[in-house]
């Protein structure tokens, strides 16, 4: 049956209402407290947010320092705007979905912890903060930690290369392991989900590496002498456009030209 796709005052307030509650929502499920307090006091350059920080998450544990170091002094643009927020959004979903599952299946004398975005840690580590929100955790009976959990939600190409090549994204891995470091446990299993048929892939264990964590700790707190010294930007961190990370990467074109 062909259709035509109309717009009209009902048709309209529908869309405007999705958009505008996603952006809404969006703002509220930003788990930084941080960064949400700088949301708070303006944050924003049209429809996009814009934060200006000196406090490191987790998701940068691994980053390239010289993206890093432009991110925080610019401004992260999260997303871009409202496609950004109902990205997030349905992350949030996936994220759902696969921890109650596996909450639902765990056998006696195992139970899991959902966080959810009600779970922070703010660490001090020499002089600045290190900020980390896990998805979740798997614990026993005498509720002792067995394995932190980070769910990833990615295209049908990405679970593929994942599953076929065996290797997770550097950012993942750093990611692991800020946690494991700020949390000071030993195993987090990431759960990847295939967003198109909602299938996942065996969970992959990554267990503490405190030498990696010394290394990622070294550049961090480099990005924020340069930070709070007013000094340059860092080296980047790649030898070869074309690596993952530069060719999604929003500063891409000016540090490549």
């Not at 996603?22 to 944050?43: D, W």
């Not at 994942?162 to 987090?188: P, S, T």
């Not at 964590?213 to 961090?220: G, H, S, W």
């Not at 340069?226 to 000016?254: M, S, V, W």
């Amino acid at each position: 049956m062909k259709i035509e796709i109309k717009l009209d005052d009902l048709t309209t307030m529908v869309y405007t209402a999705h958009q505008e509650g996603s952006a809404i929502r969006g703002h509220h499920s930003i788990p930084c407290s941080l960064c949400r307090a700088i949301l708070e006091q303006g944050g924003s350059r049209n429809d996009e947010i814009v934060l200006i920080r000196d406090h490191f998450h987790g998701g940068d544990f691994n980053v390239c320092a010289r993206k890093l170091f432009r991110t925080m002094t610019e401004g992260k643009i999260d997303g871009g705007g409202v496609v950004g927020f109902n990205f997030l959004l349905d992350g949030h979903l996936h994220e759902s979905s696969m921890l109650n599952n596996i909450e639902a299946g765990l056998p006696n004398g195992c139970k899991i912890v959902i966080y959810g975005n009600q779970s922070e840690t703010i660490k001090d580590v020499l002089g600045w903060k290190l900020v980390t929100h896990c998805d979740g955790a798997i614990v026993d009976k005498e509720n002792n930690y067995i394995a932190l959990l980070e769910c990833k939600a990615v295209k049908p190409k990405y679970f593929k290369e994942i599953k076929d090549n065996k290797e997770i994204r550097d950012e993942w891995y750093g990611q692991g392991q800020a946690y494991l470091f700020a949390e000071e446990e030993k195993v987090i299993l990431f759960i990847i989900k295939n967003r198109e048929d909602s299938k996942i892939m065996y969970p992959i264990r990554v267990d503490v590496d405190m030498g990696y964590i010394a290394k990622r700790l070294n550049v961090l707190n480099d990005i924020h002498h340069r930070i709070i010294n007013k000094l340059g930007q860092p080296d980047r961190e790649h030898t070869n456009p074309k690596d993952f990370e530069c060719a999604f990467c929003q500063y891409q074109k000016e540090c490549w030209p």
